[in-house]
């Protein structure tokens, strides 16, 4: 168990003198605060820096990113993956513009209520722009918190995270913004998850797992499900004047990006040709091989280039390709194509 007073005393005061000067920490604007929150769900640090630094130029305040183009942002957000963010991130904001006068809630229930804001942002964002007494739980704080407590139960577990969450309300002062960065920064610098520098740790002398010598134990987290593999054949559909085929994607994980049309690796061209509409030449020229992991899947992908003269309404100038959104995994692609056509 937690000496409370002198474990929240030691963890502060390290704090204190130690967080880094990352730039959302030298704003009090609860928007900012939260847009970076977003960012670094699933994303490390380093590379949410320069994105969070160009939002803030390009969408400095509520109504600039609620009055956004969709196309625009998702272009924008390019290469941080996990797209549905974004897009929640945009219809919250909205909500913010339109419910509240685009000012971002001081009160924890209508602010849980906003598109994409789930506990660890709720709590997040209402601590570190409010100090609203909410923890905000992400991996980072799992760890440090299985090894103070030397918990050995699974750490992926819903019920297990819940229950931490609570344990952390329970102690946490009335510096709770400062407190729950505190324990996510320990966690990122200092109780890491190889080679924890207990020796330098400002909270040892409460940590349980040290004191047992099992802090290489732990966290527990059950063995990650296999991810699915999937096999692609990906066409780059050329027309005589230039143009690529591309279709936005609409219903998945990555709608309103563009993609090169991609099928199952036993489709034929020819029923590929029938699906879009298109007359097609079916001697495909291979121009590569790409792969792409995902969290729960990979996928591997055969580029394959084909010609048409028939007129579709998704063939875009390929000097244009460049301004619309796409995700890595075809961006992987298309550079193999230009590549090939220099
Ligand atoms: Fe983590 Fe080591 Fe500190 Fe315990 S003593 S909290 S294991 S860094």
């Known amino acids: 168990m937690l000496k409370i007073s002198e474990f929240n005393h030691n963890l502060l005061g390290w704090y204190q003198s130690n967080k880094r000067a990352l ?8 928007y900012r605060i939260w847009l970076s929150e977003v960012m670094l769900q699933q994303t490390q640090v380093i590379t949410v820096i320069p994105y969070y630094e160009k939002f803030i130029t390009r969408y400095p305040d509520i109504d600039s990113l609620a009055d956004a183009d969709e196309e625009a942002l998702l272009k924008d957000w390019e290469g941080l993956g996990y797209y ?49 007494l909410l923890a905000a739980v992400d991996g980072n704080v799992l760890r440090v918190i299985s090894r103070l407590d030397a918990d050995r139960r699974d750490m992926t577990k819903a019920s297990v995270q819940k229950d931490i969450k609570h344990r952390i309300e329970e102690i946490i002062p009335l510096e709770a913004g400062d407190f729950n960065q505190a324990l996510m920064e ?32 732990l966290p527990v987290k059950k063995k990650a499900k296999q991810k699915n593999e999937l096999y692609y ?11 690529v085929l591309l279709r936005k994607q609409e219903g998945t994980l990555l709608q309103g990006m563009y993609e090169l049309p ?23 020229v291979h121009i590569g091989s790409s792969k792409h992991v995902f969290t729960h899947q990979v996928w591997y992908m055969e580029g394959y280039m084909l010609h048409t003269r028939s007129p579709h309404p998704g ?9 619309l ?4 995994a075809m961006q992987k692609l298309y550079r193999l194509f230009e590549s090939e056509n220099g």
């Open 23 to 30: 730039p959302w920490r030298q704003t009090q604007d609860p």
């Open 84 to 132: 549905n963010r974004i897009r929640n991130f945009q219809a919250a904001v909205r909500e913010v513009r339109d419910s509240y006068g685009s000012v971002v809630p001081d009160q924890p229930e209508a602010f849980f209520k906003l598109k994409g804001v789930g506990p660890y942002i709720g709590g997040a964002v209402q601590s570190i722009a409010f100090n609203h």
């Open 186 to 217: 320990l966690g990122a610098t200092i109780c890491t998850p190889r080679a924890p520098k207990c020796i330098m740790c400002p909270v040892q002398e409460n940590c349980e797992a040290y004191k047992e010598s099992i802090v290489a134990e």
């Open 233 to 243: 054949n990906v066409y780059f559909i050329l027309n005589d004047r230039g143009e």
């Open 262 to 284: 991609k099928y199952d690796v036993d489709t034929s061209i020819e029923s590929i040709g029938e699906e879009l509409g298109i007359d097609v030449d079916t001697s495909g």
């Open 315 to 323: 063939f875009v100038p390929l000097r244009e390709v460049e301004n």
């Open 325 to 328: 959104p796409m995700s890595r």
